[in-house]
């Protein structure tokens, strides 16, 4: 097997080929992508590519080659936000490995990908969505819980994530029961601090407004929710469908529909709005509610409640927000637990 590896490092390079030809890989090496995109890539199985600026648009330039598109490519970085990581599958990585890493992790994540490729040519798409799966848990499991580029702090993804898990087990006691499984709920706990992911593509003057939104810049935030759902049809488009992926759009997309259908940007309602992005508006709506901001003051944990129990068969489906009732006294614990 044949790898090309990208780094301008010299002594980086030494070091990964020495590692990689011990386990008798054949390596070649370039000091940037443009030069990579100088060679025909004639027989390489895979890259690795050392991306230290974060910037993917190299990334992107390198899978839109049409003779690199269908090559493996591993970034190793040295940005674990969870944002960083989404971008870099967006621009066509197949996977990412934060750095520092040790050499066992150079190691699996490279025979992890040859053994996707040949599972890609054997059609076997059961394993291959069992190990993608498994990939993704493990690289977002990983991530540092924060957005570069978002105002929300790691508290907020970190307790909309614990509500919305509070939620979810409270959920398997009535109807959901079927469809809550233990795997719904993992999914669910990796995929809730990815809601708002899409925002990294907003202007900064949208982003970081401390006064309340005109009309025109309400509309264009609301175009996080399509940018991050885009993202992600990307990657499952680029590495292939799992349940985790599917849920973490699902949410993405959804998360702002309402009940009554007078959500965004869709405009569906009911249960066609999918159950994680049903779990997460509530969980989202509660914390929103006792945060300060730039268009209204924190409020108390019970007149949050409040709030909530009156948007049922409105905002939310009023099965969560009767789970809710039951134990929302453990939202507050966490809110007091991780506030800001």
Known sequence: MKILIIDENATNLKILSLLLSKHNYEIKTVSSVESALDIVPSGIDLVLFDNKTGNFKSCKKLKNNDLYKKIPLIIFSGQPE???????????????????????????????????????EKNNRDEINKILNLRMEKIFSSATLNQSKDDDTQNHLERVKRYSVILANELTKPIYKQNITPEFIKDLELAAPLHDIGKIWLPDNIIHNKGKLTNSEYEQMKQ?????????????????????LEMTMNIVRYHHERYDGLGYP??????????????????????????????????????????????????FDYLIVKALKKVHNEFDEVWNKFSD
């Open 82 to 120: 969870t944002d960083k990581i989404v971008e870099a599958f967006s621009c066509g990585a197949d996977d990412y490995i934060p750095i520092p890493f040790k050499p066992n992790d150079i190691l699996s994540h490279v025979e992890i990908q040859l053994k996707l490729s040949d599972l890609k």
């Open 224 to 244: 996080h929710t399509i940018i991050g759902y885009n993202m992600l049809k990307n990657i499952s488009d680029n590495v292939g469908k799992s349940s985790f």
């Open 266 to 315: 869709d405009n569906i309602a009911g249960s066609a709005i999918p159950l994680e992005a049903r779990i997460l508006a509530v969980a989202d709506v509660y914390d929103a509610l006792r945060t300060k901001k730039p268009y209204h003051e924190p409020i108390s944990h019970e007149k949050s409640f409040e709030v909530i129990k009156g948007g049922r068969e409105l905002e």
